[in-house]
């Protein structure tokens, strides 16, 4: 198995790849004892079997002031952890943000982490937020803003058909068959087929229909046809790559939904999504997952994460409708631990944090309310 694609899509060459295409630069170490960094040299460097880190720092200018930022997505990995052993995490993390500084720039207000640690229940997930605190870690602290979606649902994918059906509730077997059983077709569809052009048009259709109706941001066109573009099948001779596929629900001469997954050897994740304002009672998206999940077991991924939901079975949440599409089809829900920050410019850090604050507020809050106006 490649070492690089046994990794989480988010720490892998290739997500760094694009993610250096769109404003950030990705920087690669090793970690050796003792939790000091040793940098590589670039994508694919030999590594010696060592653990590695992928950092990915962003840099900005407002006026005559620049400064930047450190992301470390869902690293370092870590087994299944007790809530006794997270302290000596959260201490590893603060000393793994002191030995990047060197090599980071000087403008960098702060090294974020995404740790990869799951949890079944939210009231542990809770407990764990306040070791940092409690422990007189001070040097790190819970982020305001989850850069990856802190909540999920885990599909595993050992079973066969039938057993995957049966584990889902009977509405989304009974919805599966009825988007069947109406006519809706799904597609598959990727960067290097001739008609591409003018299917990823017909999703990102749907993808604007999404935005007004729900009031949700999403990237430019460019970002997600490079996506497309960087897994299509075998566009790289001989390069290990996951594989990203645009699916499209359509009955007849309409769209209806469509959804980007990402497949690999470690997960199979569902990206995107979006869906039309037309026949949404013929539930498209139901078929659309299922036919996703189907192909993600076909490649060998072990799991398929659904990524990103509320965190409770909240009526009054203002999507606990995805909330109950997802928990649906028969996962486990799994609460992760979110972002947290180690300051490397506590002062400046401050600024940031309330900014970011803002700019949360602004497009969940006030976004919302002026669409509707």
């Not at 928990?327 to 300051?343: E, K, M, N």
């Amino acid at each position: 198995m490649d070492t690089v694609m046994s990794r989480r899509f988010l720490q892998s060459e290739f997500w760094a790849r694009f993610k250096s295409a769109h404003g950030w630069k990705p920087l690669f170490f090793t970690v050796t004892e003792g939790d000091s960094v040793a940098p590589l040299d670039g994508y694919g460097a030999e590594t010696d079997g060592k653990e590695t880190l992928t950092v990915l720092v962003r840099s900005f200018s407002l006026k005559l002031k620049r400064f930047s930022l450190a992301y470390i997505p869902m690293a370092p990995e870590t087994g299944a952890i007790s809530l006794q052993e997270l302290p000596s995490y959260f201490q590893r993390l603060q000393k793994l943000a002191s030995a990047l500084k060197a090599f980071l720039p000087r403008d960098t207000l702060f090294v974020r982490f995404d740790p990869p640690i799951d949890f079944a229940n939210l009231d542990d997930r809770k407990l764990a937020q306040k070791i940092p605190a409690q422990h007189g870690l001070t040097k790190i602290c819970k982020s305001n803003v989850d850069i990856q979606p802190p909540d999920t649902v885990l599909l595993a994918l050992d079973k066969d058909e039938e057993a995957l059906l049966a584990a889902m509730k009977s509405k989304w077997r009974y919805n599966i068959r009825l988007a069947a059983k109406k006519g809706v077709a799904v597609s598959r569809h990727y960067a290097t087929d001739s008609d591409f052009e003018e299917m990823f048009g017909h999703f990102y259709d749907l993808f604007q229909q999404t935005s007004e109706r729900d009031g949700v941001s999403f990237h430019g066109r460019d970002y997600y046809l490079d996506l497309l573009w960087r897994g299509a099948p075998a566009r790289t001779e001989g390069e290990k790559q996951p594989l990203i596929t645009l699916y499209l629900a359509k009955h007849e001469n309409d769209y209806l939904a469509g959804i980007i997954t990402l497949f690999c050897e470690r997960e199979a994740v569902y990206l995107y999504g979006a869906s039309g304002n037309v026949k949404r009672n013929f539930m498209p998206a139901y078929l659309l997952q299922w036919t996703a999940i189907q192909d993600a077991r076909k490649y060998g991924c072990p799991v398929y994460d659904f990524y990103g939901m509320p965190p409770t079975d909240d009526e009054n949440h203002p999507m606990h409708g995805l909330y109950l599409f997802k928990t649906g089809f028969g996962g486990a829900i799994v609460h992760r631990l979110g972002s947290f920050d180690v300051a490397l410019k506590p002062l400046t850090y401050k600024l940031y944090i309330l900014a970011e604050r803002l700019r949360a507020w602004f497009f969940k809050k006030a976004r919302k309310k002026f669409r509707r106006r």
